[in-house]
């Protein structure tokens, strides 16, 4: 099982980035699925996720009108774009499953990728 991130990297002020996370060894359909962030010094917070059939969606207020998160469940992966980013996005971007049936409970994290913004 293994959650694998990419896209990341160095951007300046105002520009845009596309994190993408791949799944292998389960398929995420059955999962919901988020992006979460830490920063150097700080927990790591939720920054968007989406429900498995991929109805529903949520973004951090702090990231709401930039950040779009999406699926498919066909390629089992989930992307994250961002745009008009911050210093302050600056992180290390981890993707997440997580499926509840009922007494069981299966989490799944990549092992993040980082993204610097920076001029």
């Known amino acids: 099982v293994r959650l694998a991130e990419s896209g990341g990297g160095l951007v300046q002020p105002g520009g845009s980035l596309r994190l993408s996370c791949a799944a292998s060894?389960?398929?995420?359909?059955?999962?919901?699925m988020s992006w979460y962030r830490q920063a150097p010094g700080k927990e790591r917070e939720l920054v968007a996720a989406?429900?498995?059939?991929?109805?529903?969606?949520n973004t951090a207020d702090s990231v709401k009108g930039r950040f779009t998160i999406s699926r498919d469940n066909a390629k089992n992966t989930v992307d994250l774009q961002m745009n008009s980013l911050k210093p302050e996005d600056t992180a290390v971007y981890y993707c997440?499953?997580?499926?509840?049936?009922?007494?069981?409970?299966?989490?799944?994290w990549g092992q993040g990728i980082q993204v610097t913004v920076s001029s």
């Open positions: 997440n499953a997580k499926s509840v049936r009922g007494m069981w409970t299966n989490v799944y």
């Open positions: 060894g389960f398929t995420i359909s059955r999962y919901d």
């Open positions: 989406i429900t498995s059939a991929g109805g529903s969606t």
